[in-house]
């Protein structure tokens, strides 16, 4: 079947301490997304490729960087993780219509749960 | 400002009655996203609604689009345990065409 894969599921890191967290897709899809969700809260958009085109939110905090060496990879990078990052961290992808531009219905990954001690 | 508000953000329900959660949008979409979210869990795709009038139904969830009001309903019906999740609506917008979440409706069905 045709998914969205994340790994690890559970990352526990200590504070300060680099980390990565990856997402694969067998969707072929060219659009993926990095989103950020802490406890009771919604998701929030950290950034997306478009491609190869990389497309930061404007409040994402520089400590978060990504690549996409691939259309099936794309890995969200941590530089500094403090205490105030553990969350939920999920992974999405979506097709484009070429000819509107328009992005498709988005499929989640099962995110990866991180704790920074 | 571009805004998702969904009402109730909490509910408590008890088994076998009905209720209908609220997803107000204030930019205009062509579609909209309901998405269930149960504890330690990613998102789970419910309905996709795609125009206006639009209306599709999974077991208990009836889910429903009107463009012109910029408002999508989800109704419960008979609600069971089973249903305890944490319900989003979402809508595309700003330049980019990102999805734009509401803040979640926590659905807590009771015996």
């Known amino acids: 079947d045709a998914m969205v894969i994340q790994n690890p599921r559970y990352q526990v890191t200590q504070f300060g301490k680099p980390v990565t967290l990856s997402c694969s897709q067998t969707?072929?899809?060219?659009?993926m997304y990095w989103y950020q969700q802490k406890s009771s809260q919604a998701p929030k958009l950290l950034f997306h490729?478009?491609?190869?085109?990389?497309?930061n939110e404007a409040d994402t905090p520089d400590n978060f960087q990504s690549r996409r060496p691939n259309t099936s990879f794309c890995f969200l990078d941590i530089r500094s993780p403090g205490l105030g990052d553990a969350a939920m961290y999920l992974c999405?992808?979506?097709?484009?219509?070429?000819?509107?531009?328009?992005?498709?219905?988005?499929?989640f990954g099962p995110g990866t749960r991180l704790l920074v001690l | 400002e571009l805004k998702v508000e969904q009402n109730p953000l909490f509910l408590s329900m008890q088994e076998g009655k009905n209720y209908t959660i609220y997803c107000n949008y204030s930019?205009?979409?062509?579609?909209l996203y309901w998405y269930r979210q149960d504890p330690g869990k990613s998102l789970e795709s419910l309905f996709v609604?795609?125009?206006?009038?639009a209306v599709k139904q999974e077991g208990r969830l009836m889910a429903s689009l009107d463009t012109k009001a910029r408002l999508s309903t989800l109704h419960i019906t008979a609600a069971v345990h089973d249903l305890s999740a944490t319900y989003f609506c979402?809508?595309?917008?700003?330049?980019?065409?990102?999805?734009?979440f509401g803040k979640g409706t926590k659905l807590s069905v009771k015996p």
């Open positions: 609604l795609l125009s206006n009038g």
């Open positions: 999405a992808t979506s097709s484009v219509l070429r000819a509107s531009g328009r992005k498709e219905t988005q499929y």
């Open positions: 969707l072929n899809h060219n659009v």
């Open positions: 979402a809508v595309h917008g700003g330049s980019q065409g990102n999805l734009i």
């Open positions: 490729y478009y491609d190869k085109d990389f497309n």
């Open positions: 930019t205009t979409s062509d579609r």
